[in-house]
């Protein structure tokens, strides 16, 4: 190590005799070179620093995006009832199958809906000519409004079976519901 040491002594001294026998000007050009050289090596170091300071805030950014993420995931698996170690593939492939079954449940009430309008119109329809028709049948003119016996006096309803008529037409115009 002395060797080494001693060797680079010496070099150095002898650039320093070099050195000294330059002119003033050869000084000057390489001083301007030495600086112009500095200039550039610190701002190379500038942009590297600014360049390692923006990639260490974009690897924390993304760290933190992936714990979000991570979290995120693991709580809607959790909440769904799922373990933390299942793959989220797995979760989704379920979930869009509930969601094309609650699809088609949906569609399936809404065509339901539509079959029971139609039928509570058949059937409102149907009342009403049965109510028009026992009206017919009793009416004052014929002289016997208000007897009781259905059968002999050709009335079409008696006293329960317009009772019951009513109730269908109640419930007809409260959409079944029953009031109470």
């Known amino acids: 190590m002395t060797k080494d040491l001693t060797e680079r002594l010496k070099e150095a001294a002898a650039e320093r005799e070099m ?4 002119s003033w000007p050869q000084l000057c050009e390489l001083l301007t070179e030495a600086a112009s050289l500095i200039q550039r090596l610190e701002g190379e170091r500038d942009e590297a620093d600014r360049r390692a300071g923006s990639a260490e805030r974009k690897l924390a ?17 959790t909440s769904r009832g799922y373990d933390g170690n299942i793959s989220f593939d797995t979760v989704w492939v379920e979930t869009c199958a509930l969601a094309d079954r609650a699809i ?7 065509a339901s809906q539509q079959e029971v309008e139609r039928l509570t119109s058949h059937l409102s329809w149907a009342v009403t000519e049965l109510e028009e028709w026992d009206a017919y049948q009793k009416r004052p003119e014929r002289g016997d409004y208000g007897v009781e016996c259905a059968c002999c006096m050709g009335e079409m309803f008696d006293a329960e079976s ?19």
Do not use: N
């Open 19 to 22: 050195i000294l026998t330059w």
């Open 61 to 77: 950014y993304l760290e933190d995006a992936g714990k979000r993420e991570t979290g995120w995931l693991l709580d809607a698996k």
């Open 104 to 110: 088609a449940a949906e569609q399936a009430l809404s």
């Open 162 to 180: 317009r009772a019951r008529l009513q109730e269908v037409r109640s419930a007809l115009q409260t959409g079944g519901k029953k009031h109470g």
